[in-house]
């Protein structure tokens, strides 16, 4: 069976997601080929009534506990570094990235996803109170240790990736092979506040796209990519970031080319996505068995070069 260029968000998982949902969910993308499964440590703390996360954790762990062979065939991915700790407002209270707090998360990561290693670990958000040697070193430690093979950074600015890269090849230290930002076929104006988006350098540039396909080492994933259901609902308006003569060039083409195909636009979205140069790996959360097969499709597809163009040619 063909690998699947998905990952399966499960952010939801544990809260707004039932436990019952989220396996079903797990177990229909497992057996249509699907490997990659992207939570984090802090994941849902703002639906909690304490203020904790680790729900999405839990609900994946349980549900490979039960599952006994199947953690061979999945890839899991977690991350570190904005969980809540202590009192206070978020993001002032986030746990942070210095070696103690890495080494922490990882292992109540670890213990929630009943696992002994991550296949994919990441730095959640920057931390400038922390030199990045000390990051890197700890980071580097978890990859020796076995507890970690690949590491990642999201919401990161680049000059910062690329810095943290030169430190860890200077010192012999593995270091970032992955990025985790958000992207999709349509984008907000530059500089435009975007309500549902807390990460300043959480998005997708043209400069990250050069920095990707100059390094072929890089894999880069996306998160948001369907815009939280904008697409497809007519009740999931698009915020008034998006409100510029761009937008509606863009969708006038993408429902134009998901006519011709006979899919929906959600679906030539994620084509667009996965089977670009560089290709990116879409994050999509599901909370029905309908939304994982369309998302399943559309990372399937594949566009003919005259609509690829076409889609690129919209700006």
Not at 122 to 149: F, I, K, N, P, Y
Not at 194 to 218: C, I, K, M, N
Not at 308 to 313: E, G, S
Request: with cysteine.
């Amino acid at each position: 069976m063909a690998q699947v260029n998905l990952a399966l968000g499960a952010m939801r998982f544990g809260s707004q997601v039932d436990k019952r949902t989220a396996f079903d969910l797990l177990d229909r993308f497992t057996d249509a080929g699907g490997t990659l499964i992207d939570t984090a440590n802090c994941y849902a703390f703002w639906s909690d009534p304490d203020g904790a996360g680790g729900h999405s954790e839990e609900v994946i762990g349980e549900w490979l506990a039960k599952r006994p062979g199947l953690r061979d065939r999945v890839r899991l991915s977690t991350k570190a570094g904005a969980q809540p700790v202590g009192g206070g407002e978020w993001p002032a209270n986030r746990e942070g990235l210095s070696a103690s707090a890495i080494k922490s998360a990882a292992e109540d990561s670890l213990r929630r996803l009943r696992t002994d290693h991550v296949d994919l670990f990441w730095t959640h958000m920057e931390d400038r109170s922390v030199a990045l040697e000390e990051t890197g070193q700890a980071l580097a430690l978890l990859v020796e240790s076995g507890t970690v093979a690949r590491l990642g950074a999201s919401n990161h600015p680049l000059w910062r990736v690329e810095r943290a890269r030169n430190i860890a090849q200077a010192n012999g230290w593995p270091s970032y092979t992955a990025l985790q930002l958000r992207h999709s076929y349509l984008s907000p104006r530059p500089g435009a506040h975007v309500p549902d988006q807390s990460h300043r350098f959480g998005w997708v540039t043209d400069e990250t796209l050069d920095y990707v396909a100059s390094h072929p080492e890089l894999a880069l994933w996306a998160y948001t990519p369907l815009l939280n259901g904008s697409y497809a609902r007519d009740d999931r308006r698009l915020s008034e970031a998006y409100d510029h003569p761009g937008t509606s060039r863009r969708l006038a083409v993408l429902t134009e080319v998901a006519a011709e195909l006979g899919v929906s636009r959600n679906q030539v979205v994620l084509a667009w996505l996965a089977g670009g140069v560089p290709s990116l790996t879409p994050i999509v959360g599901v909370s029905s068995a309908a939304q994982l097969e369309e998302a399943l499709a559309g990372a399937a597809l594949v566009l003919p070069t005259e609509l690829r163009t076409r889609l690129d040619a919209a700006t």
